[in-house]
Antibody
Framework: QLQLQESGPGLVKPSETLSLTCTVS??????????WAWVRQSPGKGLEWIGN???????YYNPSLKSRVTISVDRATNHFSLKMTSVTAADTAVYYC???????????????WGQGTLVTVSS | DIQMTQSPATLSAFVGDRVTITCRAS??????LAWFQQKPGKAPKLLIY???ILESGVPSRFRGSGSGTEFTLTISSLQPDDFATYYC????????FGQGTKIDIK
């Protein structure tokens, strides 16, 4: 049974880098069947897809965040990670990791989600 | 950017009611649309993908339809467990979500 667990600091100072890890159990990030994604949710902006990554390391990012975001995958430890630089209060949100599955047409949807972790940006 | 617009923002209904939520895309997304249910303090839960395919374990009272730019989620007979917020999401080009529809008890 797939489990996704986010971990990382719950408090980040403005202008610093937010770093989160998603530990995957019950599946392998090396699978060629899925993408691995990050999504965030804040009261002000609702649900926002941050980006995703394939096991090969190919990553795709929301254009509005692309300049500040890096998603990476670690096949040895079976996790994937998010880094977001130069954070501001607007980046305060619950951050979710998720697995995206193919709907059999080559398009991937957000099939399974972690429980989420709250990250607050404040000095 | 593909914008997703849901209506209504809130909906009050009785148990047993048939309810419909509408989702409009700013450009055609064919049938690459998903619906999620979210309860307070929980992650969104996938209900439907590719417009009308029910995720495993989701009750058959949930039905999705539409194509192009207009989509609907219908709950045929609202149950107590269905009071929640619902989101549509396109996955044709990157991914974007609607702003949500909260269903509460009338």
């Amino acid at each position: 049974q797939l489990q996704l667990q986010e971990s990382g600091p719950g408090l980040v100072k403005p202008s610093e880098t937010l770093s989160l890890t998603c530990t995957v159990s019950g599946d392998s990030v090396s699978s060629s069947n899925y993408y691995w994604a990050w999504v965030r949710q804040s009261p002000g902006k609702g649900l926002e897809w941050i980006g995703n990554i394939f096991f090969t390391g190919n990553a795709y990012y929301n254009p509005s965040l692309k300049s500040r975001v890096t998603i990476s995958v670690d096949r040895a430890t079976n996790h994937f990670s998010l880094k977001m630089t130069s954070v501001t209060a607007a980046d305060t949100a619950v951050y979710y990791c998720a697995r995206e599955a193919d709907d059999r047409s080559g398009y991937y949807f957000l099939a399974s989600w972690g429980q989420g972790t709250l990250v607050t940006v404040s000095s | 950017d593909i914008q997703m617009t849901q209506s209504p923002a809130t909906l009050s209904a009785f148990v047993g009611d048939r309810v419909t939520i509408t989702c409009r895309a700013s450009q055609t997304i064919s049938n690459w649309l998903a619906w999620f249910q979210q309860k307070p303090g929980k992650a969104p839960k996938l209900l439907i993908y590719k417009t009308s395919i029910l995720e495993s374990g989701v009750p058959s009272r949930f039905r999705g339809s539409g194509s192009g730019t207009e989509f609907t989620l219908t709950i045929s007979s609202l149950q107590p467990d269905d009071f929640a917020t619902y989101y549509c999401q396109q996955y044709k080009h990157f991914r974007t979500f609607g702003q949500g529809t909260k269903i509460d008890i009338k």
